[in-house]
Every structure is written in C-alpha cells, then in structure tokens.
C-alpha cells in the first residue's frame, strides 16, 4: 500500500492513430515521469481470451480469467513492458487477432472495471505517471493535474498506421486499415462504459498537422505551467 503523498497524474486520451502512446512515451522521457499503457492491458486482456479459448464477447468468462491473472508491467524497460502472471506478452499483443479481441473485450463493463481498478492502483505506487489510453482523463483519473485529448483526420490516422506496419515489415491496404479504424472508433464511442470522449475541462491537440517534437513541446509547456501553478515539483 502507498501512503506517501498522492500521485501526480497526467492523462492523454485519444482514438486510434491520434498519436498518443508516441506522445506519452517522449513526454514521459522529457519529463522523467512513468509512462502507462493502457491499450496494451485490454490488449493483455484479449490475448488472454485467446489463449484460453474464452470467446472475447462472453464478458463474464473474460473478466473471471482477468481476475484469476496478474496483469502487471515490468517497469525495469522503456517503455514498461506488459506481463500475464509474470509472463512478458508485449510482442503478442500486437498481432492483429489480439488487436481485434482487446477491441471486443473492451467493451464489457465487467472488464473495464477489472482494469480501471488495476490502473489506480498503478497509479498509486508511481507518484508521477502519464497515462493514456482512451478512457483515462474522462473515467479514470478525472483529477489529473492535466487531462489531454489528442485527435486527428481519420485520412491522417491511417496514413501513419500503414507506415507504422510497414516500418515493422508488415504489409497493408489503407483502405483496409482505415476501415478498420473507422470501425473501432465508432466501438470505442459508443459502448456503454468508458466510451471515447474528451475529458471535461481537457486541454484538445489536433496532431493532425503537427510533427511528434511540436506536439511533446506543446504537452510538456502545459504540463509544466500547470505543475508550476499548483507549486508541484516535477519530480517526486
Ligand atoms: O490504444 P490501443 O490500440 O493499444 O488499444 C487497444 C484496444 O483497447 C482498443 O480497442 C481500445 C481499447 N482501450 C480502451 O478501451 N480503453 C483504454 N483505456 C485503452 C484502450
């Protein structure tokens, strides 16, 4: 149990492609602070329904596997790496049967609230954390000392996904990924718990026409204005 003075927390929610994990991850480099994400847990949470034959849809199976698990982080990498009972998963998550299960299982409210409840205790043994994912300033931290929404075009999400697969050697067809982007967004917002939506109060960044520098530059000025503000110093 932590009983030290509360975290700082700063949030960055956002869809698919907006640029969000590149963001947390160099703002978090910048700022020496723990970076947490969240996509790679509901990840975690579909590959876990893969492996043991739960179909992804059935919530209650899904989330009595999750509470039989340990997700938890191996916090001694950059970025931290995610772990089913110990067991680093970091590269399986991404494939795409698992992109497609995290999707669906992140629907169910049972799920959610298994993870949000693993987040905020994360959040409570790192006393400076970013966390980003799609639901974090909106749901589960909504006082944050900063609550961020970063978006962009739809066109401009899938341009970078289709160079992101291709920089890892794999092949695809943009009209496909950004098929598939659409879809998921329009799950994301509209599922009954925890939909995509900006936090009330965030701050919004088009990334859209920003390259990654400007848009840390941006994040880390306003995080450091509100830290200055509240007399919070950067490091804990
Ligand atoms: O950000 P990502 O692509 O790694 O997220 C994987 C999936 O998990 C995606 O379908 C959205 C979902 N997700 C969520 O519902 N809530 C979060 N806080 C993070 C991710």
Do not use: N
């Given at each position: 149990m932590n009983a030290g003075p509360p975290s700082v927390v700063v949030t960055i929610d956002g869809p698919a492609g907006?640029?969000?994990?590149?963001?947390?991850?160099?703002?978090?480099?910048?700022?020496?602070?723990?970076?947490?994400?969240?996509?790679?847990?509901?990840?975690?949470?579909?590959l876990l329904?893969?492996?043991?034959?739960?179909?992804?849809?059935?919530g209650a199976s899904v989330a009595a596997a999750l509470r039989a698990?340990?997700?938890?982080?191996?916090?001694?990498?950059?970025?931290?790496?995610?772990?089913?009972?110990?067991?680093?998963?970091?590269?399986?998550?991404?494939?795409p049967a698992a992109t497609a299960a995290a999707s669906v299982v992140a629907a169910h409210p049972e799920v959610r609230a298994c993870l949000v409840e693993s987040q905020r205790r994360i959040a409570a043994d790192h006393p400076r954390l970013i966390s980003e994912g799609r639901d974090q300033g909106s749901v589960v931290f909504?006082?944050?000392?900063?609550?961020?929404?970063?978006?962009?075009?739809?066109?401009?999400?899938?341009?970078r996904r289709v160079r992101q697969w291709a920089a890892e050697g794999r092949t695809a067809d943009?009209?496909?990924?950004?098929?598939?982007i659409r879809a998921r967004d329009l799950r994301d917002s509209e599922r009954a718990v925890g939909p995509l939506r900006k936090p009330e109060g965030g701050v919004s960044i088009d990334t859209g026409?920003?390259?990654?520098?400007?848009?840390?530059d941006?994040?880390?000025?306003?995080?450091?204005?509100?830290?200055a503000e509240h007399r919070i110093v950067a490091e804990a």
């Open positions: 907006s640029g969000k994990s590149s963001a947390a991850d160099a703002l978090a480099q910048r700022l020496h602070w723990q970076v947490l994400d969240t996509g790679a847990m509901y990840r975690a949470a579909g329904a893969i492996e043991r034959a739960i179909d992804p849809a059935d698990c340990r997700i938890d982080f191996d916090w001694s990498v950059s970025p931290p790496m995610v772990r089913l009972d110990g067991r680093p998963v970091g590269e399986a998550i991404r494939s909504p006082d944050a000392l900063v609550r961020f929404y970063l978006d962009a075009p739809v066109g401009e999400r899938t341009r943009p009209r496909e990924v950004e098929e598939a026409t920003l390259d990654l520098g400007e848009v840390v941006r994040l880390e000025r306003t995080v450091r204005a509100a830290l």
